[in-house]
């Protein structure tokens, strides 16, 4: 029963769940060597919940941050996706740990994961309202590429989670969206059918050395992200 307890209680909430099962099968090891994989990591952002936090009484904030993580993590699931990072106003949600994915595969549904965060996001207005604060809108940068991944940190304390340049640079594209956007490179853009994403310009970001030429989603791209309508288009 107390094994139950900690499962349930403990590690449950803070390890994926595919991690979890094959903890408890024998068949991974919670304290294994983190290692690099090609990932597809989405970058969300609530564009000035960090401010509008201060305005609200402790409790009032972490229930309406509960509830967006909450439905951050459903979304997540539901597209073989896992919520890694999590903060005030900031998600990470890997598509390729701890359960495998095939990089081509990775973009199309990460995207659509973007999508339906979006649309669930808005769908948190009600509450937010209530509380005096405008409806939450989402910021979403998207990028793939190599990162450490695996229960990351001290012999004390650790966390699974990713770390690396694809992480970086989707916290980064999540950072310069405008509300309601999917961000990512240019050069990510170019494996998806034309006519799903438009230029969104030029910025220089932190720590780079030349500007990076992005994209955005269009606002009808859900319907061209389906894996039929991707199969018509290769």
Not at 96 to 105: D, L, N
Not at 156 to 163: K, P, V
Request: glycine fraction near 10%.
């Amino acid at each position: 029963a107390l094994h139950q307890r900690v499962v349930d209680q403990g590690l449950a909430r803070c390890l994926p769940a595919g991690l979890l099962e094959g903890v408890l099968r024998g068949a991974q090891d919670i304290a294994g060597t983190p290692e690099m994989r090609t990932l597809t990591v989405l970058s969300g952002r609530l564009s000035d919940f960090d401010n509008a936090l201060r305005s609200l009484p402790p409790r009032c904030s972490a229930r309406l941050l509960g509830q967006y993580l909450d439905m951050a993590n459903e979304v997540a699931v539901a597209h073989g996706g896992t919520l890694t990072h999590f903060s005030a106003d900031r998600i990470d949600i890997l598509f390729g740990a701890p359960e495998p994915m095939e990089p081509e595969h990775s973009l199309p549904v990460a995207l659509r994961c973007a999508l339906a965060l979006q649309e669930a996001t808005g769908a948190l207005s009600e509450p937010w309202q209530e509380a005096g604060l405008l409806p939450p809108q989402l910021c979403v940068g998207v990028h793939r590429g190599e990162a450490l991944v695996g229960m990351i940190g001290g012999a004390s304390r650790a966390e699974y989670t990713a770390i690396g340049p694809a992480v970086h640079l989707a916290e980064k594209l999540a950072g310069v969206a405008t509300p309601g956007a999917v961000m990512l490179s240019c050069e990510l853009s170019d494996e998806l059918p034309i006519g799903l994403t438009q230029s969104a310009g030029t910025v220089l970001l932190q720590g780079a050395s030349e500007p990076m030429r992005l994209v955005r989603l269009c606002e009808d791209a859900a319907e061209h992200l389906t894996s039929d309508a991707l199969r018509r288009s290769a």
